[in-house]
Nanobody
């Protein structure tokens, strides 16, 4: 079974940091573009960050630019999201996604594979 598995979510105070990880099983995604999306209660899933196959191109939503950093380790087929200066409005379920093209994309419809999500809660 092909899986993307997120970890690293949790409860943190405003201003704190978390590092999300996304591992894979069942097949390799090391040549795929990867991304993070999030969905807050009652809201649509929104783009957070994306990274190209090589890691040479990264993209961020304006709301997280300067606070979040996406990175990947193709040797271990993993992608990470370092989240600093967290705000209560960052509270959401965070999803890892992969698309067969090596080029990153900012819309969720472009991604073929999704994880189950990890909850991030930021208290004020």
């Amino acid at each position: 079974q092909v899986q993307l598995v997120e970890s690293g979510g949790g409860l943190v105070q405003a201003g704190g940091s978390l590092r999300l990880s996304c591992a894979t099983s069942g097949r390799t995604f090391s040549t795929y573009a990867k991304a993070w999306f999030r969905q807050a209660p009652g809201k649509e899933r929104e783009f957070v960050s994306a990274i190209s196959r090589s890691g040479g191109s990264t993209y961020y939503a304006d709301s997280v630019k300067g606070r979040f950093t996406i990175s990947r380790d193709n040797a271990n087929d993993a992608v990470y999201l370092q989240m600093n200066s967290l705000k209560p409005e960052d509270t959401a379920v965070y999803y890892c996604a992969a698309r067969a093209s090596g080029a990153a994309h900012t819309t969720h419809g472009a991604y073929n594979y999704w994880g189950q999500g990890t909850q991030v809660t930021v208290s004020s």
